[in-house]
Structure formats: structure tokens, C-alpha cells
């Protein structure tokens, strides 16, 4: 089915990372286009795709995640300004047929994503 989703995985506390705010955008001629915000649940997934079926076209979004506010709910004391804040995935999307599913595994000082299943 077509589709995006995604998740926060919080490796610094070993958890999914929950109540994080989540934001897609659409790029075109280098413009973003807000698409929705949604924020992660208890497992650290958004209840439901973001774009699913017509509504998910080929093309290049962006992701942020705002994760410097979820580390501060955590307690994690940060430094001002904090090394991460909002972090941003562009990634382009070649066949909107398939399932695209990217994640963000992040702690305070780093993070990663890939192309999930």
C-alpha cells in the first residue's frame, strides 16, 4: 500500500520517543509547503500514516522532528542553545506505489534515519 509513516526511537533513554512534534513538508522549487504536524504516541509512531494513497505523490518532502523539547521534558539537561533542536530529513520519494517509512533514531548529540519497511 501507499504510503508514509514514520517513528522516534530515543536511544539515549532506550524508548520510543513519545510526544515529539512532527512536521511534513513538500519541496517544490526549493520551497516548503506545510503539509500537516502530528505528534508521536506512546510507541513513537503518529496514529496513521501521514500520506497515504493520492495523497502521497513522488517528489522530495522534509521531516522535522522537534526533538530538543522532548529531551528537556525527559530532564536531559541541555546546554543553550542545545546541540539539536529540530532536526530535518529531506528525502525524495521516487515510487509514491510503495511504502516509505522513515525513522528517526536520535539522542541529544546525534541521530540517524534510513529508509524502513
Not at 15 to 44: C, F, M, W
Not at 56 to 70: K, M, R, S, W
Request: aromatic fraction near 10%; include cysteine.
Amino acid at each position: 500500500m501507499s504510503r508514509l509513516t514514520t517513528h522516534v526511537l530515543d536511544t539515549a533513554h532506550g524508548k520510543p520517543g513519545q510526544g515529539i512534534e512532527v512536521v511534513l513538508y513538500k519541496i517544490v522549487d526549493n520551497q516548503r509547503t506545510h503539509l500537516l504536524s502530528k505528534t508521536t504516541n506512546a510507541d513513537g509512531r503518529c496514529d496513521g500514516p501521514l500520506l497515504e494513497g493520492d495523497a502521497f505523490q513522488a517528489g522530495v518532502y522534509e521531516l522535522d522532528f522537534h526533538i530538543g523539547n522532548y529531551f528537556t521534558r525527559m530532564g536531559v539537561q541541555l546546554p543553550q542553545p542545545a546541540f539539536l533542536d529540530v532536526v530535518t530529513l529531506r528525502f525524495g520519494v521516487a515510487d509514491a506505489s510503495q511504502h516509505y517509512h522513515v525513522p528517526l533514531v536520535a539522542s541529544p548529540w546525534s541521530y540517524s534515519t534510513y529508509r524502513g519497511s
